[in-house]
């Protein structure tokens, strides 16, 4: 359960919404507030220890972020993201990590490729474990630093902006796996693309993987 904001983290940030939109954010991040789900004001007033005005302003920040909707007189909600949604943002998911294959395998260093084997090595270790929320969380670190990698703040903005949307199609039943073994050999063939310094083979390469992803998402959607 969050804790209310301390003071001094409001003096560092400035904006009790700003803080309060990224923690119903991390919410959405880690599964416990799913579409359809309502968003309670008074009961983020208690969790947060803040007026009901930033909770507000964080929730029509979020909304115009795309991740919530606000209904007269019924509330706030999660959004519900349709099948045709889901299909339009993996396929532009998959433009976006492909412009960051191209981008990237050029220009990568022998200490950016290590650091990617880190992160492989870290999402072996969880899946092993079983630990699914944890493997969730590196597969997620995993391909923003990819994007990051590249440099361009432009490109990191929008397909972070990609993302959060894409957490709205989280479930609380899924085991967060989405096929863990699949997705770990296609993280490895994505460093090993990266290290040809080919840029066809690493952004084809990174594209295969986000389309495979939604064809994985699907087959469980229909389970």
Do not use: C
Request: hydrophobic letters at 45%; glycine letters at 8%.
């Amino acid at each position: 359960m969050t804790a209310s904001f301390s003071q001094l983290e409001i003096l560092r940030t400035r904006s009790v919404a700003g803080l309060v939109q990224e923690e119903i954010l991390d919410l959405i991040k880690t599964g416990e507030l799913v579409a359809g789900d309502k968003l309670n004001e008074l009961a983020f007033v208690k969790r947060f220890g803040v007026s009901r005005a930033p909770i507000r302003e964080a929730f029509r920040a979020l909304e115009e972020a795309g991740l919530v909707k606000l209904e007269k007189n019924r509330g706030v909600y999660v959004r519900e993201i349709t099948e045709p949604e889901a299909r339009e943002l993996y396929e532009l998911r998959a433009a976006l990590d492909e412009m960051a294959g191209r981008m990237l395998a050029p220009r990568i260093t022998l200490a950016e490729l290590a650091e990617l084997g880190g992160w492989l090595d870290r999402l072996a270790e969880a899946a092993s474990r079983g630990d699914m929320v944890q493997y969730f969380q590196l597969n997620i670190g995993f391909h923003d630093r990819v994007v990051e990698m590249t440099g361009n703040a432009i490109l990191l903005e929008y397909y972070r902006k990609v993302i959060d949307r894409m957490h709205l199609l989280r479930r609380r039943n899924f085991s967060g796996s989405l096929g863990s073994e699949a997705s770990q050999a296609e993280h490895r063939a994505i460093v090993e693309a990266l290290t040809t310094a080919d840029p066809g083979q690493a952004g084809a390469t990174m594209r295969a993987h986000v389309t495979n992803g939604y064809r994985r998402l699907t087959a469980l959607l229909q389970a």
